[in-house]
T-cell receptor, first 114, second 113 residues
């Protein structure tokens, strides 16, 4: 069975602080994709990143960076110099290769205080 | 293209009534998905279409739920004899292929009173 755990239910940081959102996943499959989505108060889920299970290279996109470690089954997300606009619920998700459904974690609500 | 559109944004209905939601995916996307999200939870997969064919359904999709995608364009999700437990956000998404990031709509929030 597949499972995604986001242990941090809510995080609050002061603007310009760095913050890391944790994601731990479980699967017996060796090939899969991992995703992060942002859900602002408006409700739509915004795609942030997709990683393949065979590509452990970390990725940086502006203030966002992702650390993928298969050894610990983790796919953590760091926001550098957080801004108020980063306030949202962030979801980590897993999709098996050949499957058509995403398994989502329960999300982490990030509040950035000005 | 303006992304994935869902209508209505909000729906309040009395228990026992039928409701229908509509999703218009990104036009060049052949895959369409429905998810349900309850308060404080992540979205849960309901069903998947490739073009007009419904290829996968979750156990969450009880007999009261039916989804269609005629002509492989827009999709509808109907819930018959609604129950209070059906209250949730219903999200539609589309994609260009397996494993690609989905584009989600803003969802339809259903409240059953």
């Amino acid at each position: 069975a597949q499972k995604v755990t986001q242990a941090q239910t809510e995080i609050s940081v002061v603007e310009k602080e760095d913050v890391t959102l944790d994601c731990v996943y479980e699967t017996r499959d060796t090939t899969y994709y991992l995703f992060w989505y942002k859900q602002p108060p408006s409700g739509e889920l915004v795609f942030l990143i997709r990683r393949n299970s065979f590509d452990e290279q970390n990725e940086i996109s502006g203030r966002y960076s992702w650390n993928f470690q298969k050894s610990t089954s983790s796919f953590n997300f760091t926001i550098t110099a957080s801004q108020v606009v980063d306030s949202a619920v962030y979801f980590c998700a897993l999709m098996l290769l050949g499957a058509n459904n995403l398994f989502f974690g329960t999300g982490t609500r990030l509040t950035v205080i000005p | 293209d303006t992304g994935v559109s869902q209508d209505p944004r909000h729906k309040i209905t009395k228990r026992g009534q039928n409701v229908t939601f509509r999703c218009d995916p990104i036009s060049e996307h052949n895959r369409l998905y429905w998810y349900r999200q309850t308060l404080g939870q992540g979205p849960e997969f309901l069903t998947y279409f490739q073009n007009e064919a419904q290829l996968e359904k979750s156990r969450l999709l009880s007999d009261r739920f039916s989804a269609e995608r005629p002509k492989g364009s827009f999709s509808t999700l109907e819930i018959q004899r609604t129950e209070q437990g059906d209250s949730a956000m219903y999200l539609c998404a589309s994609s260009n292929g397996q494993g690609y990031g989905y584009t989600f709509g803003s969802g339809t929030r259903l409240t059953v009173v």
